[in-house]
């Protein structure tokens, strides 16, 4: 069994009235969930019929479908290929989906269970695609085979663009990492695959008409065309948009190295940390030439509707500092150089429009003068999108979406598109808000640890965009994440098995025990803590491999650590099992730094993790002496608690890039500490917080 | 540092006289090795230059080096584009391999380093490359950074074809995990991609001239030619040729769902278990039409010189069914099935040879009337390839390298090609024995599981293929197995991350150590033995997902009991460290049945490995009970070794295809106890097998 039972305790969201809240590891959590009596068994008779419309999207979806429920099972399960009625799963889609997936496109489906066979229909694949995984995300594993629990879903999304974007501008991402990701997208019903393609770190598609873009623009590392085609085609199988953004008139240093002759700045370029900072020069006539078979190329290359040009973080230093640019700008009228971009956005929106392109950009695009079918893309937050939406813009939400941040799932899960300044828009400008996007950054990332920054956090976004607004419980939002964490491991994803890897090669040795343990209970720094420790300039080649790189942003331990100590306390500490497993954790904490410090002795690498190895241990050892305490009944002498919170305090400072997720729960064990005001304990000279004694 | 005390220990290996052997964790081992004093330090201010000749691949194998060198220690390290004298690492080769790598080619590298740089020179790229998979295997984790020990090296390959056979016929493997296993072979110096793309089960590569081949002779997993032309380029930048089998006129079905007219026997056939058998037709004219297409087309598309046609296990039951073949046969006067292969084999012969290709087939193609320049590859063994080189014929042996029989490292490590019948032959013979082949056969692989099944063993059989035929101390090649192991997964292979998610998803909980400590100490049954034990015929689409599927051929806490057990006894029972680590391992094992218990009664597919759990447990508790008495110097009764021998021998049978790795030792305990005769324990009557007294 796949602990239900955790799962129903936890789950308290609130559906549509009348209907019983379902008790089912789905994320993202359907729209209408209602559930029957019984289950419907799986075994070898298993098979699936499609009725009605078929295409070959349809039919690898089902093979995949099949292939993904044998391998769960272990059991041989084939598609049937025949029309049959007495097959378990019927599949009915209408009609097909655009040859070009289209935003909007219908995605509901309705699934329907029961005791005997199970019925999947949908407007058109795009549905079937979402229902299967809604079906296989159902399977249980029992005593006595495989089943599923009857139950009626009727479910569509909230928004139509539920996006992620991945950078691999600053650091390449191989194709096969890509589709691996592609896969995990769709396993939680997310339908665009944003490509932030260049940027001043490297330009990563090969350019037919222009090869020194990805010649001179990379270090040899982009995709091919044909990689390209073969991407595409594998997203449309499983649903998924793929977007192409090429960030222009900034964060463009890339096609200078190849093309000086676009930058505002005479002079040459290369592929390297600092180097002349210049923007790309929108007065000259060649610049719109050159962009017009450039997106001529790419906007064949990928045939979304959508062409997102970057189009933020604008320094207009380059412009100033011009002449001939000034010049320009005072005889067309150009006041200021948000102005100037404005001119460039214009042109270039005509050049897009001509390739029939629809112009996507970040929050600076923002210009009352454009066409109102642009879409805007919001880092900046609800206020900004609200206020494109007034204007009559589209526009989607990345502000609180950016997964580089290394913020905790619950942080995520809390930002809604429609909340802030976008809640009091009239229901017209609401309709113009399509969604959101998941934002992973590649200032830090590689291949090896790229997984581990997405997953399983992005799944819990991808529930915000789905699923109904009111579906907002964090215990069940969990619960649900660590099942689906595991899914995607099973469907080749890497967010937990790249650690045993990286920390061998970074010990040394054999018995890693005691850096896991450690690993286990820390995350890197928040927000943009890492790039302000960077000593010097940042530089993209540094090779990130340091337990910073491992470590998960949000440390699974630790908040399993968390709930314990609540679950103890709110006991009132008679919670005799909840005890004994923080003793076990604390234990092994206190422990550890004897074990690890060898390690971090012999290896030049983990020299930097030994005060917060041993920042452990103390934490450890305090909140044993709290437990201790809680377990006799008595308080503890405030000087004692004074002196316990001093070290979980200094525990708290970041080290090596990293924070140990656990100090808090212990902070309130030491706290809880001081209930009993006349302990029986000895009591000690020393000042009291009197804060602590309320507790 | 990477445990290299206890290779230094280990290391016995004998070397050219007047060398001292090395104390290095290099796999294979080189020719020759010379240790200096000193180290050289690699800091920050490494760097390399390229002097002489240079181009693309050496060029791209730089720039592998150097990323892998900076992953590695954590250090921004960069290729100098510049000839600098003042190079950490210079590199010379003479000139370029050629554009298509040849058989034969000159392989050789030297490596100098010393205290105040190194030096890399090879005739060409090829042995540049081979050098810096050296290079990087020398390089040691240390309290102040990362070195590189002095060192002379010396070396070439003992054979010119190391190869890999993949079956993808049986089971489609991706291209990313084909390329992370090339990465795999380049790392061990293997040079040789044998890609066996069809068999009955599969057509594996699109053919334009025969599109119905891939279309209708696979489930839709096939290799686009783009994907291939990309799989050959990564190959050849790594120094690996890749060789394409298609094997025919027998395990060819796959190709007969679209071109049925090719069959001896008329009919329709289709891609699935059992189903009319039946072989090529070699008496009709348009076969050897579609052949000379089909070998024009896939002889472009790869360029090796080598061309596999299989022609293994032919039976010729289809040619006596059909009276036109008969009556071929009687007119042409071919005796036999075997004369009528021999006919197909030469007609094929001059077809490849029409297009440049070298033939290379299985034994059974071997004929005397054949031209002497084809190639044999025996799966029979070192006398039919001594007996071919005998008749002129150039051989390479996968007898005792096939990968999928399950056996240990040592006893692929064992087989030499040039042993056995080879040993006799004369210096002009033997020098047609051109090396050997692993083979990773793919009834029972999928792209989750085969890496597990690759390495690291593979790295045993590289190592027997490169290195001086006098490299064979076992305990040497696996404390270097253990190291190189590693090394292999931070290249991004996943024979040891892949089981994990496996366990996970069979047992649907997520604490599941106690299925992990029973997975850590059980193998696969060995050779053909889960063939043997399938009810009903065999069926390839079966999931491949029960604990067999996970573990490893190999169990290392097998090997690693067994030898802390020997340590033990050899100490006279004296060695209080290998004592404690005995008692610990075998306390988990008692104990683990407990805990394993509840996952697998709520797994359907755990039910099986419950009698295989539960006499871990017994052997677990007999080993300590047998410790007992050797801790207290007293000898067991008769009675009780019979009982406990009984326990372990019961404990040694097959379950669930599986066997435990662990009862051999232990019996070895349990016979020890017999040794002190006149013992202080209680005696118990019953019989006693004299043969436990004598120990």
Not at 273 to 283: A, I, L, R
Not at 522 to 532: G, I, L, N
Request: proline share 5%; aromatic share 8%.
């Amino acid at each position: 069994m796949r602990t239900p039972i955790a799962v129903l305790l936890l789950m308290v969201a609130t559906f549509a009235a009348g209907q019983a809240p379902p008790q089912l590891n789905l994320m993202p959590m359907p729209s209408r969930v209602q559930l029957g009596t019984g289950h419907l068994l799986i075994n070898q008779s298993f098979s699936v019929a499609v009725s009605g419309y078929r295409d070959g999207t349809l039919e690898r979806g089902v093979q995949r479908f099949v292939a993904d429920l044998s391998h769960r099972t272990g059991m041989r399960l084939y598609s049937t290929a025949a029309k049959g009625v007495a097959a378990t799963l019927v599949i009915q889609a209408q009609h097909g989906s655009e040859s070009v997936e289209k935003l909007g496109e219908d995605e509901s489906y309705e699934l329907t269970i029961s005791e005997s066979g199970a019925k999947l229909t949908a407007t058109n694949p795009l549905g079937i695609l979402h229902g299967l995984q809604t079906f296989l995300q159902l399977v249980e594993t029992s005593t006595d085979g495989f089943s599923i629990p009857a139950v009626t879903i009727k479910d569509q999304p909230r928004f139509a663009w539920r996006g992620l974007l991945i950078d691999m501008g600053r650091h390449y991402i191989p194709v096969d990492v890509l589709e691996r990701n592609i896969d995990g997208m769709a396993a939680v019903k997310m339908n665009v695959l944003h490509l932030h393609l260049s940027d001043d770190e490297g330009f990563r598609v090969e350019s037919k008409q222009f090869p020194k873009l990805h010649e001179m623009g990379s270090d040899g590392q982009y995709y091919t065309q044909g990689e390209i085609k073969t991407l595409v085609a594998y997203a449309r199988d499983r649903g998924i948009r793929v977007m192409p953004e090429f960030d222009i008139p900034a964060h463009s240093r890339s096609w200078f190295v190849g093309y000086p002759e676009l930058a505002s700045t005479p002079g040459t370029y290369k592929i390297e940390p600092g180097g002349v900072y210049t923007v790309m020069d929108p007065t000259q006539e060649r610049t719109y030439k050159f962009l017009d078979k450039f997106v001529d190329e790419m906007g064949k290359l990928f045939p979304d509707a959508y062409f997102h040009i970057g189009g933020d973080e604008v320094n207009g230093k380059p412009w100033d500092d011009n002449p001939k640019i000034q010049a320009f700008m005072h005889s067309h009228g150009l006041k200021n150089n948000q102005d100037l971009q404005a001119y460039f956005n214009h042109h270039l929106e005509k050049i897009l429009s001509k390739h029939h392109k629809t112009m996507v950009g970040w929050d600076e695009i923002l210009r009352p003068d454009l066409p109102k079918n642009i879409v805007v893309q919001s880092w900046r937050g609800q206020e900004s999108l609200a206020a494109a939406a007034k204007q009559g813009f589209s526009g989607m939400l990345s502000f609180g979406y950016y997964l580089d941040l290394m913020w905790p799932a619950s942080q995520h899960y809390a930002v809604d598109p429609m909340s802030g300044a976008a809640a009091s828009l009239s229901p017209e400008e609401k309709n113009r808000i399509l969604g959101g996007e998941a934002c992973m950054w590649g200032e830090w990332i590689s291949p090896e640890d790229m997984d581990s920054r997405i997953w399983p956090r992005t799944a819990a976004i991808a529930e915000r965009l789905w699923s109904p607004q009111e579906v907002q419980d964090i215990n069940s939002m969990y619960a649900r994440l660590d099942e689906v964490s595991w899914r995607l491991e099973w469907l080749g994803l890497r967010h937990r098995s790249h650690e045993d890897p990286m920390l061998h090669r970074m010990a040394g040795v054999e018995d890693i025990s005691a850096l896991r343990s450690l690993a286990d209970v820390v995350e890197p720094v928040k927000d943009y803590a890492r790039f302000e420790n960077v000593k010097g300039a940042w530089d993209f080649r540094a090779p990130l491999n340091r337990l910073i790189d491992v470590a998960n942003p949000e440390s699974e331990t630790g908040r399993h650590f968390q709930s314990l100590v609540q679950k103890y306390i709110q006991s009132d500490y008679q919670d005799h099992d909840a005890e004994a497993q923080i003793r076990a954790l604390l234990s092994t904490w206190r422990d550890n730094d004897s074990k690890l410090k060898p390690l971090i002795q012999q290896s030049f690498l983990l020299h930097e993790i030994a005060p917060l190895s041993e920042a452990l241990s103390n934490v450890g050892s305090a909140g044993l002496a709290a437990m201790d305490y809680l377990d006799k009944s008595e308080a503890s002498p405030g000087s004692w608690r004074a002196q316990q919170l001093a070290i979980a305090d200094t525990a708290k400072a970041p080290q090596a890039d990293l924070l140990l997720a656990v100090v808090q729960p212990v902070k309130q064990l030491i706290e809880a500490t001081a209930r009993h005001t006349t302990g029986t304990g000895p009591t000690h000279e020393g000042t009291v917080n009197p804060d602590n004694r309320v507790h």
